[in-house]
């Protein structure tokens, strides 16, 4: 029997189960603050999604319209949106250790990649942290060149993270 993992719109109650799965998963960047979470998704709940599987909130992805020239400050207590988006940033996504063989990830990308084409931003773009730019090259994502601004804002990601991007 085929493991069903059920994908819906984030809402305020899931930020404590995003928290433990922060916590779980990120060893090398330190996880987003509660202010954060609810900032973003405040900001932009459509793009934030949820993966359960059984009941139990087994990942998320946390995605923003946003400037492709500026992603998002890590950690920001507030967000607002862009004026004039032109890519959809996929800002965090995490799943537990437990729900990753039941391509959990995969699910989660696939909704983004879906939701992406429905806004036509014809772009989308990520920051590939804990040397996971292997994992987003699998969906087309590539590397791109940095400016000296955006290699000091990604420096708050902390060390060996790759700006990606994908064209739509």
């Not at 996880?31 to 599987?53: F, G, M, V």
């Not at 032109?86 to 990753?100: C, F, G, I, N, Q």
């Not at 920051?127 to 940095?146: D, K, M, T």
Request: charged fraction near 20%.
């Amino acid at each position: 029997m085929q493991t069903v993992i059920d994908i819906r719109m984030m809402a305020e109650a899931d930020i404590p189960a995003v928290l433990e799965i922060q916590a779980v998963c990120y060893t090398e960047v330190t996880p987003e603050s509660n202010e954060s979470l609810h900032a973003k998704l405040s900001a932009s709940q459509p793009t934030c999604l949820i993966a359960s599987l059984e009941g139990n909130t087994v990942g998320y992805l946390i995605s923003l319209p946003w400037e492709f020239s500026s992603p998002p400050a890590l950690n920001a207590e507030t967000c607002r949106l862009p004026p004039s988006p032109d890519s959809l940033y996929l800002h965090d996504l995490a799943v537990t250790p437990s729900a990753r063989k039941f391509g959990t990830g995969r699910t989660l990308v696939e909704a983004f990649l879906a939701q992406l084409r429905g806004l036509g931003l014809g772009r989308a773009s990520l920051i590939a942290v804990q040397n996971s730019a292997p994992y987003w090259e699998r969906y087309g994502f590539r590397a791109v060149p940095l400016s000296e601004p955006l290699k000091a804002k990604l420096s708050t990601y902390g060390e060996g993270v790759v700006y990606m991007e994908l064209e739509a």
